[in-house]
T-cell receptor, first 110, second 117 residues
Framework: KNEVEQSPQNLTAQEGEFITINCSYSVGISALHWLQQHPGGGIVSLFMLSSGKKKHGRLIATINIQEKHSSLHITASHPRDSAVYICAIGPIQGAQKLVFGQGTRLTINP | GAVVSQHPSRVICKSGTSVKIECRSLDFQATTMFWYRQFPKQSLMLMATSNEGSKATYEQGVEKDKFLINHASLTLSTLTVTSAHPEDSSFYIC?????????????FGPGTRLTVT
């Protein structure tokens, strides 16, 4: 079993729908990252969070440390949100590696 | 949030030549830099970790003489692919981390697509 599990692996929705992508992990962490990778390959750091909730525009990320679970929400989804969304967990400090989920491929149809 | 830039975003080179990729943290000091490569439809694979002013630590299976990493300052790290071959064609991504006691911040660069002909 992977340390980081994302669901769903693939998600197709219509423009305007509310999107939720889930990330569960099995080890103790201090921070969790959400990344966006566009079809052309470019990576964008969306959020780094260790507790509670963060919001940026139409994107919201939440984390529950006790349940070892995080969700990424997209409100009023748009075709330009189509990308692979990657969850990664990280340590408190030091030069330890991030552990990545397998990614969720999101397609928003107009 | 903080920004990490990479240059170039795309590069095409001939087999046998060397290519240098730059990674810069634009508004924070990166005490640690990570270099990843990604093959199509696969996850990011860590190649090496470098701390500013120290030699890089390479992951198993990554040739340190082929992938030269320099982390000379707190805002710049470079990855040089030496004597490139077509099998080195890949997407290379850096990630910069700044440590602040028990807290750290870490951001990813947009990536560099290398094509070796």
């Amino acid at each position: 079993k992977n340390e980081v599990e994302q669901s769903p692996q693939n998600l197709t929705a219509q423009e305007g729908e509310f999107i939720t992508i889930n990330c569960s992990y099995s080890v103790g962490i201090s921070a969790l990252h959400w990344l966006q990778q566009h079809p052309g390959g470019g990576i964008v750091s969306l959020f780094m969070l260790s507790s509670g909730k963060k919001k940026h525009g139409r994107l919201i990320a939440t984390i529950n440390i006790q349940e070892k679970h995080s969700s990424l929400h997209i409100t009023a989804s748009h075709p330009r949100d189509s990308a692979v969304y990657i969850c990664a967990i990280g340590p408190i400090q030091g030069a330890q590696k991030l552990v990545f989920g397998q990614g969720t491929r999101l397609t928003i149809n107009p | 949030g903080a920004v990490v830039s990479q240059h170039p975003s795309r590069v095409i080179c001939k087999s046998g030549t060397s290519v240098k990729i730059e990674c810069r943290s634009l508004d924070f000091q990166a005490t640690t830099m990570f270099w990843y490569r990604q093959f199509p439809k696969q996850s990011l694979m860590l190649m090496a970790t470098s701390n500013e002013g120290s030699k890089a630590t390479y992951e198993q299976g990554v040739e340190k003489d082929k992938f030269l990493i320099n982390h000379a300052s707190l805002t710049l790290s470079t990855l040089t692919v030496t004597s490139a071959h077509p099998e080195d064609s890949s997407f290379y991504i850096c990630s910069a981390r700044g440590n602040h006691g028990l807290y750290y911040e870490q951001y990813f660069g947009p990536g560099t697509r290398l094509t070796v002909t």
